[in-house]
């Protein structure tokens, strides 16, 4: 599976910017898929999850009501609708898919196997 994540930007706080994640490969319905980020000098972080069928997504603390994951398996590409936009939300955003079909969807960037390019997302204040 190849991914390539697009839509990152520049926007003022408060602003709103939507992440986009195409993936090649007819297997992409049935992988996890996550959302993660690094700022510079930091760790990269987990952002967002969503289960193969979309039925059951997790969020960091740091997100959750202003950020939403969603998935189109005939598009093969999975979304991050961010709103509500902060300075420490600055972050290069890298979308990556758990191929190991397991039941729980994990929120540990090691247990993704497949990593998009990263594109950044800066947020001034």
């Known amino acids: 599976v190849q991914l390539q994540a697009y839509g990152g930007g520049l926007v003022q706080a408060g602003g709103s910017l939507r992440l986009s994640c195409a993936a090649s490969?007819?297997?992409?319905?049935?992988?996890?898929l996550g959302w993660f980020r690094q700022a510079p000098g930091k760790e990269r972080e987990f952002v967002t999850t969503?289960?193969?069928?979309?039925?059951?997504?997790n969020y960091a603390d740091s997100v959750k009501g202003r950020f939403t994951i969603s998935r189109d398996n005939a598009k093969n590409t999975v979304y991050l609708q961010m709103n509500s936009l902060k300075p420490e939300d600055t972050a290069v955003y890298y979308c990556?898919?758990?191929?190991?079909?397991?039941?729980?969807?994990?929120?540990?960037?090691?247990?993704?196997?497949?990593w998009g390019q990263g594109t950044q997302v800066t947020v001034s204040s």
């Open positions: 990556a898919a758990d191929s190991s079909r397991d039941f729980t969807v994990s929120s540990a960037y090691t247990s993704y196997d497949y």
């Open positions: 969503i289960s193969w069928s979309g039925s059951r997504t």
């Open positions: 490969g007819s297997t992409f319905s049935s992988y996890h």
